[in-house]
C-alpha cells in the first residue's frame, strides 16, 4: 500500500468479557496525540460483543470513529477471527498506522495481521509518536535493554505497533468529538483452520501475585541479599495484599521468575503504591514504574537514584524495617483484597 494512499489512526481496543482493558483507553490517549500530529481521523476498533457501556466509555476519548466488529465467533478470543476482520477493514479503509496493546492478544493479532499485510511491525514499544520531522516512529528496547531503537517504516503502509500496558495514563482529551459508531459483522472462520473454545479459564497467579492487576506491588533489588530472604517478603505481602516483583538483576539471579520482572525488559506496572525494598533504581527499573502512584523506596544507600523518584524514602537497612512493619500490620485488621478497576 502506498504512503500517499494511506490515512487514518487505528486504535485496537481489547476487552475481557463485558469489560474494557484499561489499555484501550492508554492506547485511545496515544493514539489521539498521533492522529492529531498527523492530521489524521482516529478510530477504535473493538472485537467481540458490544456491552451497555463499551460506546460511552470510549467516546470520552474523543476517538472519530468507534468500530464495533461482533458475531457469533467472537464471544471468545480466536486470532484469526481478529487478524481476518481487521484485514478486510484494512483493505477498504487504507490506515496510515494501526496500535495494538502489546498483551498476550494484542501481539498474537499484531503479528498475524503484519504477516498477512506483508508489512513490518515494531513490537513492545515503549514510546509511540511523531517526530519533529513529522514521521510517525517507535521506540523500543534493544540488545537486552541496553539501547533504545527509533524505528520508522518509510515505504509499507499502515504501519502497525504494539504499546506496552501501563506506559502512559489514560487522559480525556479538552476538545470532545462525537464519534461516528460503526457496526460490522466478524469475517466468518477460514475452512483452513477451524477452532472451538471449549472453556475458558482466568489464569490463576502464583504466590507472587499478579503485577497487572494489583494496587500495591512491593519490588525487591539486589539488596535482598538472596533468594532466602523472600519469605519475610512474602509474608509483608501477605499483610498489605500485595504483588511481588523484582529488578533484572534479581531475576537473573534466579531468585524469583521472569515473569516477576519489573522494568524495560519485564513489567510495566502502575500500582497505587510501589514499595521498593534494596531496589537502587537503574533506568531501566525506573522505567517499568513510572506511572506508579506513589513509590515509597528503602534502601541503605542514600545516594540510591531510586530516592529521586520515590514519594517517600527511607535510608535504612530493609532488615531492620520491614520486621518492624510487618509486625505493626499484624496488630491491625487485614487489608482488603484490591484491584485496580478497569
Same mark, same amino acid.
Given at each position: 500500500m502506498s504512503e500517499k494512499a494511506a490515512s487514518g489512526v487505528w486504535v485496537v481496543g481489547e476487552q475481557k468479557g463485558s469489560q474494557l482493558a484499561t489499555v484501550t483507553l492508554e492506547l485511545l490517549t496515544?493514539?489521539? /496525540?498521533?492522529?492529531?500530529?498527523l492530521k489524521e481521523e482516529l478510530s477504535v476498533l473493538l472485537i467481540g460483543p458490544e456491552s451497555g457501556d463499551t460506546v460511552r466509555i470510549?467516546?470520552?476519548? /474523543?476517538?472519530?470513529?468507534?468500530?464495533l466488529i461482533t458475531g457469533e465467533q467472537t464471544q471468545h478470543y480466536l486470532p484469526e477471527i481478529h487478524s481476518d476482520s481487521i484485514a478486510s477493514l484494512v483493505e477498504k479503509s487504507r490506515p496510515s498506522v494501526i496500535l495494538f496493546p502489546a498483551t498476550y492478544d494484542g501481539r498474537d493479532?499484531?503479528?498475524?495481521?503484519?504477516?498477512?499485510?506483508?508489512?513490518?511491525?515494531?513490537?513492545?514499544?515503549?514510546?509511540?509518536?511523531?517526530?519533529?520531522?513529522?514521521?510517525?516512529?517507535?521506540?523500543?528496547?534493544?540488545?537486552? #535493554?541496553?539501547?533504545?531503537a527509533t524505528i520508522h517504516q518509510p515505504v509499507t503502509r499502515p504501519q502497525l505497533a504494539t504499546l506496552r500496558p501501563h506506559i502512559v495514563k489514560p487522559v480525556k482529551p479538552t476538545k470532545k468529538i462525537t464519534p461516528t459508531v460503526h457496526r460490522v459483522a466478524a469475517v466468518p472462520a477460514s475452512t483452513h483452520y477451524q477452532k472451538t473454545i471449549l472453556k475458558a479459564v482466568r489464569e490463576v497467579a502464583d504466590e507472587s501475585g499478579n503485577l497487572d492487576e494489583a494496587e500495591?506491588?512491593? #519490588?525487591?533489588?539486589?539488596?535482598?541479599?538472596?533468594?532466602?530472604k523472600l519469605s519475610m517478603v512474602n509474608r509483608l505481602a501477605g499483610l498489605m495484599n500485595a504483588a511481588v516483583g523484582g529488578s533484572r538483576g534479581v531475576v537473573d539471579a534466579g531468585w524469583l521468575p521472569h515473569n516477576q520482572q519489573i522494568g524495560l525488559t519485564g513489567r510495566v506496572i502502575s500500582p497505587k503504591l510501589y514499595l521498593a525494598l534494596g531496589v537502587s533504581g537503574a533506568v531501566q527499573h525506573l522505567v517499568g514504574v513510572r506511572t506508579a502512584k506513589e513509590i515509597v523506596a528503602v534502601n541503605i544507600d542514600p545516594e540510591a537514584p531510586i530516592f529521586k523518584v520515590a514519594t517517600f524514602g527511607i535510608v535504612g537497612d530493609m532488615f531492620?524495617?520491614?520486621?518492624?512493619?510487618?509486625?505493626?500490620?499484624?496488630?491491625?485488621?487485614?487489608?482488603?483484597?484490591?484491584?485496580? /478497576?478497569k
Amino acid at each position: 500500500m502506498s504512503e500517499k494512499a494511506a490515512s487514518g489512526v487505528w486504535v485496537v481496543g481489547e476487552q475481557k468479557g463485558s469489560q474494557l482493558a484499561t489499555v484501550t483507553l492508554e492506547l485511545l490517549t496515544v493514539g489521539r /496525540s498521533i492522529a492529531d500530529a498527523l492530521k489524521e481521523e482516529l478510530s477504535v476498533l473493538l472485537i467481540g460483543p458490544e456491552s451497555g457501556d463499551t460506546v460511552r466509555i470510549l467516546a470520552e476519548y /474523543s476517538p472519530d470513529n468507534v468500530v464495533l466488529i461482533t458475531g457469533e465467533q467472537t464471544q471468545h478470543y480466536l486470532p484469526e477471527i481478529h487478524s481476518d476482520s481487521i484485514a478486510s477493514l484494512v483493505e477498504k479503509s487504507r490506515p496510515s498506522v494501526i496500535l495494538f496493546p502489546a498483551t498476550y492478544d494484542g501481539r498474537d493479532t499484531a503479528a498475524r495481521l503484519a504477516a498477512r499485510l506483508q508489512v513490518g511491525l515494531a513490537a513492545d514499544c515503549t514510546e509511540i509518536r511523531v517526530d519533529e520531522t513529522g514521521r510517525f516512529v517507535q521506540i523500543r528496547p534493544a540488545f537486552g #535493554g541496553n539501547l533504545m531503537a527509533t524505528i520508522h517504516q518509510p515505504v509499507t503502509r499502515p504501519q502497525l505497533a504494539t504499546l506496552r500496558p501501563h506506559i502512559v495514563k489514560p487522559v480525556k482529551p479538552t476538545k470532545k468529538i462525537t464519534p461516528t459508531v460503526h457496526r460490522v459483522a466478524a469475517v466468518p472462520a477460514s475452512t483452513h483452520y477451524q477452532k472451538t473454545i471449549l472453556k475458558a479459564v482466568r489464569e490463576v497467579a502464583d504466590e507472587s501475585g499478579n503485577l497487572d492487576e494489583a494496587e500495591v506491588v512491593i #519490588g525487591v533489588g539486589r539488596g535482598l541479599g538472596g533468594k532466602d530472604k523472600l519469605s519475610m517478603v512474602n509474608r509483608l505481602a501477605g499483610l498489605m495484599n500485595a504483588a511481588v516483583g523484582g529488578s533484572r538483576g534479581v531475576v537473573d539471579a534466579g531468585w524469583l521468575p521472569h515473569n516477576q520482572q519489573i522494568g524495560l525488559t519485564g513489567r510495566v506496572i502502575s500500582p497505587k503504591l510501589y514499595l521498593a525494598l534494596g531496589v537502587s533504581g537503574a533506568v531501566q527499573h525506573l522505567v517499568g514504574v513510572r506511572t506508579a502512584k506513589e513509590i515509597v523506596a528503602v534502601n541503605i544507600d542514600p545516594e540510591a537514584p531510586i530516592f529521586k523518584v520515590a514519594t517517600f524514602g527511607i535510608v535504612g537497612d530493609m532488615f531492620k524495617i520491614v520486621p518492624l512493619l510487618i509486625k505493626e500490620l499484624e496488630t491491625k485488621p487485614p487489608i482488603e483484597p484490591a484491584v485496580q /478497576s478497569k
